[in-house]
């Protein structure tokens, strides 16, 4: 009985890896196929049936999208967009997270509440009375347009908040009679214990920022302020579009991301499991 239970669970345990592999197999498949393609020619790009590995490794695809593009300015100004606003989100959302997790006010929750109640107004409704604030402040067709409207997030503030709770009391009334200050006390004790949640939004902040379309494609209308991808929109001419550079060209726009993910993959699971202990 005891071995007929052991083989179940062995193949129960093979089966959920299978599907799990199965699944990763699908979801990183496209991503190879770019990967891949990126080094064909224009030709067998367009061959039917398609090839999956290429026939001739061209790797001058890239340095010939660098040289016919000025893809490393759209690199600095998407660098710049996302380092940036990434910062901010962190500075601001951890500041209204510990004012909210941390301080006892009348209509805290309610603020909370409609804070993320805000989730629920989507971009298109907004982007014209934000835009028109943007161009009246001299921001229009600027990198700092695309920074600041979107540096405060309810889902940091959210994310930030819930696990702030997780944090005792005990170790701020500890603090104070020590004589910190309220800035200390959040720079010096609660960021530090607060840095896997920190992670999870730093790494969610890089993706929504080095990702972003919409927003940067209303605010910019000069090539010399593009984002990575907006200049990538811009590859795609009126009767021909260079696949083979497109493809060279959004290989590299996604290893940032890769690297980021790699760096930060330990801090998630961590962070996400503990912004729902406490409400």
């Known amino acids: 009985m005891r071995n007929g239970s052991l083989k179940l669970d062995a193949m129960s345990s093979f089966l959920v890896y299978f599907l799990l592999c199965l699944g990763a197999a699908l979801m990183f498949f496209p991503v190879l196929w ?5 080094f064909k020619g224009l030709e067998e790009i367009y061959r039917i049936p398609p090839t999956f590995f290429p026939k001739q490794w061209i790797f001058t695809n890239y340095t010939g999208a660098l040289k016919q593009f000025p893809f490393l ?4 100004n998407s660098v710049f967009v996302t380092l940036t ?3 901010l989100t962190l500075l601001i959302n951890s500041m209204a997270a510990f004012a909210l997790s941390k301080y006892h006010f009348p209509g805290r929750t309610v603020i909370f509440l409609v804070m993320l109640g805000t989730l629920m107004i989507p971009l298109q409704v907004i982007m014209l009375p934000v835009y028109l604030v943007i161009a009246k402040l001299g921001l229009a067709n600027t990198l700092w347009g695309i920074i600041i409207p979107p540096a405060a997030t309810p889902t940091g ?4 908040r819930q696990y702030m709770l997780t944090i005792s009391d005990e170790l701020i009334d500890a603090a104070k009679i020590d ?4 800035f200390r006390i959040y720079a010096q004790i609660i960021l530090p214990l607060t840095t896997p949640a920190l992670a999870v939004l730093t790494v969610f902040s890089i993706m929504w920022r080095w990702n972003d379309f919409l927003w940067p494609l209303i605010v910019i209308n000069q090539e010399k302020y593009f984002t990575i991808q907006l200049a990538l929109a811009r590859f795609r001419g009126e009767l021909v579009v260079d696949w083979h550079y497109v493809l060279a060209m959004t290989v590299m726009s996604i290893l940032p991301i890769t690297l980021v993910f790699a760096f930060l993959q330990r ?10 202990l406490k409400g």
């Open 34 to 38: 770019v990967v891949l393609s990126s």
């Open 73 to 76: 300015l759209y690199l600095w």
């Open 85 to 87: 606003a990434t910062a």
């Open 157 to 160: 503030v959210f994310i930030l």
């Open 179 to 182: 004589g910190a200050r309220d």
């Open 267 to 276: 801090y998630l699971v961590q962070g996400i499991a503990s912004t729902g």
